[in-house]
C-alpha cells in the first residue's frame, strides 16, 4: 500500500524532471534568438586624422561593450567609402547605414538645416548649454527629424552627439586684413549659414571637406580657412601653411554635431540595442570622461 502511494509520487517527480529537461533544452534556443547581431557601416565627414574621428571610436567602442557585440559599427573616414558630402544621401539610399556629420553641411538641400548645427547670433545668440537643452529636451531634435524625413523625405534618423567643446574661432589667413574691404579680396573656406554670411558681406565662400582644406591653402586655391578649434585644426596642419590666426568667431560658438542612421537599419533593432545606441550618442556630447584625443580616462 506504501509502494503504490510512491508510484504516483514518483511520477510526479519524473515529470517535473522532464519538464526541467524541457527548460533546458527550450531556453538555448529562445537565447540564440535574443542574441541576433548587426553589423553597420559607417563613414563620416572627417579626415582621419581628427577629434571627431576619435569620437566616432569611442561611440563604436561604447555601442559594442554595451550590446555585448550584438551591434557592430565598422566606421571609416571620410572618403573612403563615399565622397565626404555624400553621406546623408548613402545613408538614405542604404550605401551606408550610418553616418557622423554636421547638420550645417546640409544647407544645400534645406537653408534650416543650418539651424539645427550651431545656435545662429554668434556670442549674441544661444550659447551651447541653451542650444543643447533646446535639441535635447525642447523639441529641436524632433524639428530636425521631421525636416529631415518630412520635408527632405530621407530614410534617416538623426541623434546629436559630439560638441565641439570650446567657442570656435574665425580661422587661419595666409594675409592679414584690417578692414572689410581687404577681407572682400580673400577667397575663404566655411560652411553652413556662416556661408551666407560671408557671401552677402562679399566674400568669396567656398565650401569643402575638412581633408581637402589644407591642400587647398598649399596650393593657393583658397586664401584662408576656418575648421573647428586649435587642437583639431593643428592636428591637420593649418599652422604649417597659414601665418595669421583670427579669434573669435562671428559666424558661430561650438558645433553641434550628429549621428545619421538608415531608419530601415534602425527600426530593426530591438528597444534595448536602439537605447544603447542613442545613449551611446548623446554620452559624447559631454566628453567630460575622455581626454581631447578621445582616450577614454582611467576610473580612480
Known sequence: MRFRHCVPHGLRVLALLCGGLAVSVVAPASAVAQAKTHTWKLQSTWPQANLFTNSVAAIVQSVDEMSAGRLKIEASPAGQLVPAFEVLDATHKGVIDAAHSWPGYWTGKNTAAGLFGVPPGGPFGLGRDEFLSWML????????????????????????????????????????????????????????????????????????????????????????????????????????????????????????????????????????????????????????????????????
Open 137 to 300: 529636451t525642447g523639441g529641436g531634435l524632433d524639428l530636425y527629424n521631421d525636416m529631415l524625413q518630412k520635408e527632405l523625405r530621407l530614410n534617416v534618423v538623426a541623434f546629436i552627439t559630439t560638441t565641439n567643446p570650446y567657442w570656435e574661432a574665425f580661422g587661419w589667413l595666409k594675409k592679414p586684413f584690417e578692414n572689410l574691404a581687404e577681407l572682400r579680396r580673400i577667397k575663404y573656406r566655411t560652411s553652413g549659414l556662416g556661408l551666407d554670411m560671408l557671401r552677402h558681406m562679399g566674400m568669396t565662400g567656398v565650401q569643402m571637406p575638412g581633408g581637402e582644406v589644407l591642400p587647398a591653402l598649399e596650393r593657393g586655391t583658397i586664401d584662408g580657412a576656418e575648421w573647428g578649434i586649435p587642437s583639431q585644426d593643428i592636428d591637420i596642419g593649418f599652422h604649417n601653411v597659414t601665418k595669421y590666426y583670427y579669434m573669435p568667431d562671428m559666424r558661430q560658438p561650438p558645433a553641434v554635431h550628429e549621428l545619421l542612421i538608415n531608419k530601415t537599419k534602425w527600426d530593426e533593432l530591438s528597444p534595448d540595442l536602439k537605447a544603447i545606441v542613442r545613449h551611446a550618442a548623446q554620452s559624447e556630447v559631454l566628453r567630460d570622461g575622455r581626454d581631447q584625443r578621445g582616450q577614454r580616462r582611467q576610473s580612480p
